[in-house]
C-alpha cells in the first residue's frame, strides 16, 4: 500500500528517541575533568609536604592541600549529583541488551553498575551536611561563616571518596551516552531518508497524467464533381 504524503512526512520528523539529557554530556565531561585535574594537582605537590616514609613534615601545608583538593573535587562530583541520574536514565533506556554483552560500549556499561550506590550516597553526604549548616546559629556575630566553613571542609572530607569513585565511572558514562547518542543520530538519518524515498514515490503515485485534447475528426473526402449534360 501506498504512504500517503503526510504519514511519509511524519515519519521524517519523528525522533528515533528522547534525546534531552545528552545537552548534559558537555558539562559532565567537565566535571569529570575537574575531578581528575584536582587529584592530579594534589598528588604533583603532596611528596613535597612528607618524609621519605610519607609521613607528613608540613603538617599545615599537607592539611591545606588536602582541604583545596576536597573543596575542587566535591564541586565537581556535585554536578554529577545533579545531572548524572537523568543522563544515567537515558543511557539505560537507549541500550539495547547487545550493548552490556558485547560491543564498543560493553565495558563502559558494566561500569555503570556501581554508580547508582555512589550517587545515593553521595545525595545522602549532601542532604546531611546541608542540615547540619541549617542549624549551626553562631553565638556571636561572624561566627556562624567559621562554623559553616567547617562544615563544609568535613563534608568535603568525606566526600572525596565519592568523588574519586565519579571521576572513573564518569567517564565511562559519557562515553556510552556519546556512543548511544551517535548511533540515534545515524538511526534517525537514515530514518528521514527512508521517509524521504517514501514521500517522493507518495508524491509521483498521486499525480495525475496530464491532459490531452481528443482527436479532431477527419474532414470526409469532398464528392468528385458530376458531370455536366
Known amino acids: 500500500m501506498t504512504n500517503s504524503p503526510d504519514s511519509a512526512e511524519n515519519e521524517a520528523t519523528r525522533p528515533t528517541a528522547d534525546l534531552q539529557w545528552r545537552r548534559h554530556l558537555p558539562t559532565l565531561a567537565s566535571a569529570a575533568a575537574g575531578i581528575h585535574q584536582a587529584s ?9 609536604f612528607c618524609d621519605q616514609d610519607g609521613w607528613p613534615i608540613d603538617e599545615k601545608g599537607y592539611a591545606d ?27 539505560r533506556e537507549a ?24 550517587l545515593e550516597h553521595a545525595r545522602q553526604l549532601r542532604r ?9 546559629d553562631g553565638p556571636l556575630p561572624g561566627t556562624r561563616e567559621i562554623y559553616e566553613e567547617r562544615a563544609q571542609e568535613h563534608r568535603n572530607s568525606e566526600g572525596w571518596h565519592y568523588a574519586h569513585e565519579l571521576g572513573i565511572q ?13 548511533r540515534a543520530d545515524t538511526e534517525q538519518a537514515a530514518q ?16 495525475e497524467a496530464p491532459r490531452t485534447d481528443p ?13 455536366s449534360r
Open 65 to 91: 592541600g588536602k582541604v583545596k583538593r576536597d573543596a575542587e573535587a566535591w564541586k565537581h562530583a556535585e554536578v554529577f549529583l545533579d545531572l548524572g541520574p537523568e543522563v544515567l536514565a537515558g543511557v
Open 128 to 136: 546531611e551536611w546541608d542540615e547540619v549548616v541549617a542549624l549551626i
Open 40 to 48: 592530579d594537582d594534589w598528588d604533583a605537590v603532596s611528596d613535597s
Open 170 to 182: 564518569g567517564p565511562a558514562l559519557i562515553r556510552a551516552a556519546e556512543h548511544l547518542a551517535h
Open 95 to 118: 541500550a539495547s541488551g547487545d550493548d552490556y554483552v558485547e560491543g564498543a560500549i560493553s565495558d563502559d556499561l558494566r561500569w555503570l553498575r556501581g554508580i547508582d550506590t555512589t
Open 215 to 227: 482527436p479532431v475528426p477527419r474532414a470526409p473526402n469532398p464528392a468528385p464533381p458530376g458531370r
Open 192 to 207: 528521514t531518508e527512508r521517509a524521504r524515498v517514501a514521500l517522493a514515490r507518495s508524491s509521483s503515485g498521486t499525480r
